[in-house]
C-alpha cells in the first residue's frame, strides 16, 4: 500500500522531489502539486507526468479533490511562506516534511535522528549544507565532545534559485541551530558560498571540528562508516580526501573556542573535506546540495510512512 503525497513549490527542489517519488518510491504516491506560477516548468513537467496541479498554491491545493486522500505534504518553498502553509495545513490533519530554512519542527537528518521524529506533525529538513555536514558533525561527535563545529558549504550560484537566495539568512540561523542540537557540537557556525564559476562546480562541503585528545584512528572509522549511510541514498556523497587532524598549539587563537577550564590542554582540529554529486533527476549533476536535500526529505517521509499509516491500515 502506498501512502499518498502533494508537494508545494514547483521550483528547483519541488519538481527534483517530485521527480525522485515518481522514481524512486515504491511507498509513496504524489497526488498533486501546487505553486503559484501557472507558466512554471515544474507545473508543466508534472501536468505531461499526468500530476494534478494547481497554481493557487497552498489554498488550490486544498480545494482539489486529490488532496483528501493525501496525508504527507511537503514543502518547497521558502521559509515565510511555509509559516503560512502550516496554518492552513495543520488543522486538517495532515503531516509536513519541510525543505525550507523555517524550522517549526524538529530538525531531521536521517542517518543522525531519522527514527526520532516519526510521530511529528512537522519537521524540518535543516538546509541543503546542514544535511551534507552535520553527519560528520555527529560522526565525530560519537567517538569525542565537538567543542565548536564549523561548516562551510559552496554551491554553484546557477543551482541556487529565487527561494534559496530568499532563504539565505534562515539558511545560516537554521544550520548553525541543528550542528549543535543534532550534530552535538557544543557550538556552531555555518557559512554559505554561491559560487559563480563557469562551467558550475560540483557541491563541495568542509567540516572543522575543534576537540579536546582524540583517536585519530576511532574518529576516522566514525567519519567514514557515516559517509557510507549517507551515501545509502545519496550515491553522489564522498569524501575528497583523508580525515585531517591538526594539533592546536598553545599560541593557537582556536583555543578561546574551548570551553573555559580546557583552554590549556591537548586539542585538536578535525577537518573533513566533502563532495555531493546530484542524481541529476531534474538538474544537472553540480546541483548535489538540490539532490542531498530531496533526498532526505524523501527518506523521511518513507520512514514516516511506514511507521504511520502503514501500520495503521494493516491493522
Same mark, same amino acid.
Given at each position: 500500500?502506498?501512502?499518498?503525497?502533494?508537494?508545494?513549490?514547483?521550483?528547483?527542489?519541488?519538481?527534483?522531489?517530485?521527480?525522485?517519488?515518481?522514481?524512486?518510491?515504491?511507498?509513496?504516491?504524489?497526488?498533486?502539486?501546487?505553486?503559484?506560477?501557472?507558466?512554471?516548468?515544474?507545473?508543466?513537467?508534472?501536468?505531461?507526468?499526468?500530476?494534478?496541479?494547481?497554481?493557487?498554491?497552498?489554498?488550490?491545493?486544498?480545494? @482539489?479533490?486529490?488532496?483528501?486522500?493525501?496525508?504527507?505534504?511537503?514543502?518547497?518553498? =521558502?521559509?515565510?511562506?511555509?509559516?503560512?502553509?502550516?496554518?492552513?495545513?495543520?488543522?486538517?490533519?495532515?503531516?509536513?516534511? %519541510?525543505?525550507?530554512?523555517?524550522?517549526? $519542527?524538529?530538525?531531521v537528518v536521517p542517518p543522525v535522528n531519522g527514527e526520532a521524529h516519526l510521530d511529528a506533525p512537522n519537521v524540518n529538513m535543516v538546509t541543503c549544507g546542514g544535511q551534507a555536514t552535520i553527519p560528520v558533525v555527529a560522526a565525530v561527535a560519537a567517538v569525542t565532545p565537538v567543542?565548536?563545529?564549523?561548516?562551510?558549504?559552496?554551491?554553484? =550560484?546557477? =543551482? *541556487?534559485?529565487? $527561494?534559496?537566495?530568499?532563504?539565505i539568512d534562515e539558511f545560516t540561523e537554521t544550520t548553525t541551530a541543528a550542528i549543535e542540537e543534532v550534530g552535538g557540537a557544543a557550538r556552531g557556525k555555518?557559512?554559505?558560498?554561491?559560487?559563480?564559476?563557469?562551467?558550475?562546480?560540483? @557541491?563541495?562541503?568542509?567540516?572543522?571540528?575543534?576537540?579536546?585528545?582524540?583517536?585519530?584512528?576511532?574518529?576516522?572509522?566514525?567519519?567514514?562508516?557515516?559517509?557510507?549511510?549517507?551515501?545509502?541514498?545519496?550515491?553522489?556523497?564522498?569524501?575528497?580526501?583523508?580525515?585531517?587532524?591538526?594539533?592546536?598549539?598553545? %599560541?593557537?587563537?582556536?583555543?578561546?573556542?574551548?570551553?573555559?577550564?580546557?583552554?590549556?590542554?591537548?586539542?585538536?582540529?578535525? =577537518?573533513?573535506?566533502?563532495?555531493?554529486?546530484?542524481?541529476?533527476?531534474?538538474?544537472?549533476?553540480?546541483?548535489?546540495?538540490?539532490?542531498?536535500?530531496?533526498?532526505? *526529505?524523501?527518506?523521511?517521509?518513507?520512514?514516516?510512512?511506514?511507521?504511520?499509516?502503514?501500520?495503521?491500515?494493516?491493522?
Open positions: 500500500m502506498t501512502t499518498k503525497v502533494a508537494v508545494i513549490g514547483s521550483g528547483n527542489i519541488g519538481t527534483d522531489l517530485m521527480i525522485k517519488i515518481l522514481r524512486l518510491s515504491e511507498s509513496l504516491e504524489i497526488a498533486a502539486m501546487a505553486g503559484i506560477d501557472p507558466d512554471s516548468d515544474g507545473l508543466a513537467r508534472a501536468r505531461r507526468l499526468k500530476v494534478a496541479t494547481t497554481h493557487e498554491g497552498v489554498d488550490g491545493l486544498v480545494r @482539489m479533490d486529490e488532496f483528501t486522500d493525501v496525508r504527507i505534504v511537503f514543502d518547497a518553498t =521558502s521559509a515565510g511562506a511555509h509559516r503560512r502553509h502550516e496554518e492552513v495545513l495543520r488543522p486538517l490533519g495532515r503531516t509536513l516534511v %519541510d525543505l525550507t530554512p523555517a524550522a517549526l $519542527g524538529p530538525y567543542h565548536y563545529g564549523e561548516i562551510v558549504a559552496s554551491i554553484s =550560484s546557477r =543551482s *541556487a534559485g529565487p $527561494g534559496t537566495r530568499a532563504n555555518a557559512i554559505i558560498i554561491l559560487n559563480p564559476a563557469e562551467p558550475p562546480l560540483i @557541491m563541495r562541503d568542509t567540516v572543522h571540528c575543534l576537540v579536546g585528545d582524540c583517536d585519530d584512528a576511532a574518529v576516522t572509522a566514525s567519519v567514514e562508516e557515516m559517509v557510507g549511510r549517507v551515501q545509502a541514498y545519496v550515491p553522489g556523497y564522498r569524501l575528497k580526501q583523508k580525515v585531517q587532524f591538526d594539533r592546536v598549539a598553545a %599560541d593557537d587563537p582556536l583555543r578561546s573556542l574551548l570551553p573555559a577550564g580546557s583552554q590549556s590542554g591537548k586539542a585538536a582540529k578535525v =577537518s573533513v573535506f566533502l563532495e555531493v554529486e546530484g542524481a541529476a533527476h531534474y538538474l544537472p549533476a553540480y546541483a548535489g546540495n538540490l539532490d542531498i536535500m530531496t533526498s532526505a *526529505a524523501l527518506r523521511t517521509a518513507e520512514r514516516m510512512a511506514a511507521h504511520r499509516f502503514t501500520e495503521v491500515a494493516s491493522r
